[in-house]
T-cell receptor, first 113, second 114 residues
Framework: AQSVTQLGSHVSVSEGALVLLRCNYSSSVPPYLFWYVQYPNQGLQLLLKYTTGATLVKGINGFEAEFKKSETSFHLTKPSAHMSDAAEYFCAVSPGGSYIPTFGRGTSLIVHP | NAGVTQTPKFQVLKTGQSMTLQCAQDMNHNSMYWYRQDPGMGLRLIYYSASEGTTDKGEVPNGYNVSRLNKREFSLRLESAAPSQTSVYFC?????????????FGDGTRLSIL
């Protein structure tokens, strides 16, 4: 069975600093990987996804993630944090053979002025 | 662009009461899902419907039932609510069963059971 581990339930950065949210997965078959963002009192919105091809994936709002098969990781980064980036971020994995994703427990991003 | 619409947005129930959470999508998606979100637990799948006319259990189906009324609507029913079912419930949809399709989420129903 597949699983997703998000390291750190809370990550705190200063405005303008690098954002790094970590996601590691386990899957016995090639995975499809997703990052979603959840703003307060809203549902999840897709930030970016990896299916096949280029391992560096660019998403909305300046976020990107890199699929590293050897490290079974799909970390989310943004060069410069904005106050508006404060939200909950979820990593999800769908192994090839399953169209239903498994979600990580989420990481709350806190951005300080 | 409504996307996925959930009603109600908030609800308070007493233990033992029943209620149905409604979900509708206007994107002509084939697959629909119900999740619950609890602090520190991420999203857990309750039930899903791969296509109109089919439903299947997810990770945490006990205490719930679902109905895929038509292609647009997928409802979740609590027959006898329990305090452990206090949660935020999200409905989602995806275009089809092709691998790698992203899900589109509603804004949630916040349910408290006293």
């Amino acid at each position: 069975a597949q699983s997703v581990t998000q390291l750190g339930s809370h990550v705190s950065v200063s405005e303008g600093a690098l954002v790094l949210l970590r996601c590691n997965y386990s899957s016995s078959v090639p995975p499809y990987l997703f990052w979603y963002v959840q703003y307060p009192n809203q549902g999840l919105q897709l930030l970016l996804k990896y299916t096949t091809g280029a391992t560096l994936v660019k998403g909305i709002n300046g976020f990107e993630a890199e699929f590293k098969k050897s490290e079974t990781s799909f970390h989310l980064t943004k060069p410069s944090a904005h106050m508006s980036d404060a939200a909950e971020y979820f990593c999800a994995v769908s192994p090839g053979g399953s169209y239903i994703p498994t979600f990580g427990r989420g990481t709350s991003l806190i951005v300080h002025p | 662009n409504a996307g996925v619409t959930q009603t109600p947005k908030f609800q308070v129930l007493k233990t033992g009461q029943s209620m149905t959470l409604q979900c509708a999508q206007d994107m002509n998606h084939n697959s629909m899902y119900w999740y619950r979100q609890d602090p520190g637990m991420g999203l857990r799948l309750i039930y899903y419907s791969a296509s109109e006319g089919t439903t299947d259990k997810g990770e945490v189906p006990n205490g719930y039932n679902v109905s895929r009324l038509n292609k647009r609507e997928f409802s979740l029913r609590l027959e006898s609510a329990a305090p452990s079912q206090t949660s935020v419930y999200f409905c989602a949809s995806s275009r089809d069963r092709v691998f790698g399709q992203p899900q589109h989420f509603g804004d949630g129903t916040r349910l408290s059971i006293l």
